[in-house]
């Protein structure tokens, strides 16, 4: 049963690097063909996908967050990560890292549905 | 950047039939995901590619997705029932493609 695991402080002061990282038991994060997420979600709202990463380093990002967010992954820890630079308080949250599979046929490659998530971990940006 | 529209609350009684609708222009060519959140908790995938069940999920949890519009269907619905619900698609119009949620469903069972 394949496990996600969300880490990293709780507060953040403004203008600072949020920082969390993902780590994945019950599995290998480089085995199969999926992509590992971060998700985020604000106290009473939707959720809000950040962006995925392969383990080959592929990345792709929300396009309005495209420009402070950097993922990365360390397959020898099994794990991935997130950094969201010059926070505000906009970016209180709550993070998910989540996966997802791609299944390609005919030329043409596509996503499930988040199949695991982490339980969150609530990030708070505060002075 | 595609949008999807879902109705902020949905009531049903129990035993009755939830229907939870996603709306998005010609979301019918696009494959779509749906999730259930309680409070405090993770979301948990209900339905994946339009209508396929995750083991473990009631046979009562079903989809369908046409033209503009997906549908979640709880039937014989349950006091348990009661969540957050969240449709999601991957918007691949691009070479970068990117996860899009609709904005969430509260399910009340009355």
């Known amino acids: 049963q394949v496990q996600l695991q969300e880490s990293g402080p709780g507060l953040v002061k403004p203008s600072q690097t949020l920082s969390l990282t993902c780590t994945v038991s019950?599995?290998?994060?480089?085995?199969?063909?999926?992509?590992w997420s971060w998700i985020r979600q604000p106290a009473g709202k939707g959720l809000e996908w950040i962006g995925r990463?392969?383990?080959?380093?592929?990345?792709n990002y929300n396009p309005s967050l495209k420009s402070r967010v950097t993922i990365s992954v360390d397959t020898s820890k099994n794990q991935f990560s997130l950094k969201l630079s010059s926070v505000t308080a906009a970016d209180t949250a709550v993070y998910y890292c989540?996966?997802?599979?791609?299944?390609?046929?005919?030329?043409?490659?596509?996503?499930?549905?988040?199949?695991?998530w982490g339980q969150g971990t609530l990030v708070t940006v505060s002075s | 950047s595609y949008v999807l529209t879902q109705p902020p609350s949905v009531s049903v009684a129990p035993g009755k039939t939830a229907r939870i609708t996603c709306g998005g222009n010609?979301?019918?060519?696009?494959?779509v995901h749906w999730y259930q959140q309680k409070p405090g908790q993770a979301p948990v995938l209900v339905i994946y590619?339009?209508?396929d069940r995750p083991s473990g999920i009631p046979e009562r949890f079903s989809g369908s997705n046409s033209g503009n519009t997906a549908t979640l269907t709880i039937s014989r619905v349950e006091a348990g029932d009661e969540a957050d619900y969240y449709c999601?698609?991957?918007?691949?119009?691009?070479?970068?493609?990117?996860?899009?949620f609709g904005g969430g469903t509260k399910l009340t069972v009355l």
């Open positions: 989540a996966r997802t599979e791609q299944e390609c046929s005919g030329g043409s490659c596509y996503w499930g549905g988040f199949d695991y």
């Open positions: 019950g599995g290998s994060i480089s085995s199969g063909s999926y992509y």
């Open positions: 990463i392969y383990t080959s380093g592929s990345t």
């Open positions: 010609n979301i019918g060519s696009k494959s």
């Open positions: 590619y339009d209508s």
């Open positions: 999601q698609v991957w918007d691949s119009s691009s070479d970068h493609p990117y996860v899009v």
